[in-house]
């Protein structure tokens, strides 16, 4: 076992397939106060896995929002795409410990036989073609608690795809990889990726590595009740309107921002939290008022 993380160190992980928006901002904030407050390191890691989804200049964009809310990272930003060499030794340990496996079920498939325990390709040899390569997770599930949810439990229906049979490296595998190499202590994100906490926490462990305390924001809704998202073509944030913008998202994230903050630059306004940030949140997932 490695040995655990002595003192904070958190992270904000966009994918740059588009400009950021009001919910990813909330996203940021959290992670930055959080960190802020606890006197952590606050990371950037530019989540680059996927190029057809990429899109130019994104990530360039993201990366100037966040310095015009005032959400300055430490050290320089890492870009997934140029850690391919840390994915491949992380699937060669895995394969050592015979915790992979060939697969071509569809997501379909596997909820209809009631999980991947009930289906043969687990036990299959690795053999080359284009298969999925699949992490066996136990068939327990994985209990862990959530800073503002408590307890969870989730059980194991699908293993999660490590690299896909286009033989990209796939999400689960790199966040959990990047997370144990630049040692994150605390991994404060949108509810969205909730669900994905059990199989990432089973991959830590198989990689012989402390997790993270996980904490997961409640998501911003746009008008239709859907999360904000690139894919729903939520607004790109306007820079010009930092202020008005971080004090917006602070009264999201539970704080009673006085109204003459509005007109303070941002540092100011992320001073002002920083000293207030009590992890005091409605978790429910809800519209802007
Ligand atoms: N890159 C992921 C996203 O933009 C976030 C990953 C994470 O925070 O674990 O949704």
Not at 75 to 96: D, E, F, N, V
Request: charged share 20%; aromatic share 8%.
């Amino acid at each position: 076992m490695q040995a655990p993380p002595t003192s904070y160190t958190g992270r904000f992980a966009p994918s740059p397939t588009g400009p950021l928006h009001f919910g990813s901002l909330v996203c940021a904030l959290g992670s930055y106060l959080d960190a802020a407050a606890h006197s952590g390191r606050w990371l950037v890691r530019i989540e680059d896995l996927d190029p057809p989804r990429a899109q130019p200049g994104a990530a360039d964009q993201i990366l100037r929002a966040l310095e015009a809310h005032g959400l300055y990272w430490h050290g320089t930003p890492k870009w997934q795409s140029q850690r391919h060499t840390l994915y491949q030794q992380a699937l060669g340990r895995l394969t050592k410990r015979s915790l992979l496996y060939h697969c071509h079920c569809s997501r379909a498939q596997i909820r209809e036989h009631g999980g991947h325990q009930n289906l043969t390709c687990r036990r299959r040899k690795l053999t080359r073609g284009a298969f999925a390569l699949r992490f066996k997770c136990t068939n327990d599930g994985q209990s862990f608690t959530d800073i503002w949810r408590g307890n969870q439990y989730q059980p194991t229906i699908e293993d999660p795809i490590l690299q896909r049979r286009d033989g990209y490296y796939a999400y689960q595998l790199a966040v959990v990889v990047d997370d144990i190499e630049q040692k994150i202590s605390h991994i404060i994100r949108g509810a969205d990726l909730l669900d994905c906490t059990g199989t990432q926490l089973q991959l830590f462990s198989a990689l012989g590595a402390t997790p993270p305390q996980f904490g997961h924001l409640p998501l911003v809704l746009n008008l239709q009740g859907q999360k904000l998202s690139k894919q729903n073509k939520a607004l790109p944030l306007d820079n010009s309107r930092a202020g008005h913008n971080l004090c917006l998202a602070l009264r999201f994230l539970g704080f009673h921002t006085p109204t003459a903050l509005n007109h303070q630059p941002p540092s100011n306004i992320i001073s002002w939290a920083k000293a207030r940030w009590q992890r005091q949140l409605d978790i429910r997932d809800r519209q802007l008022h």
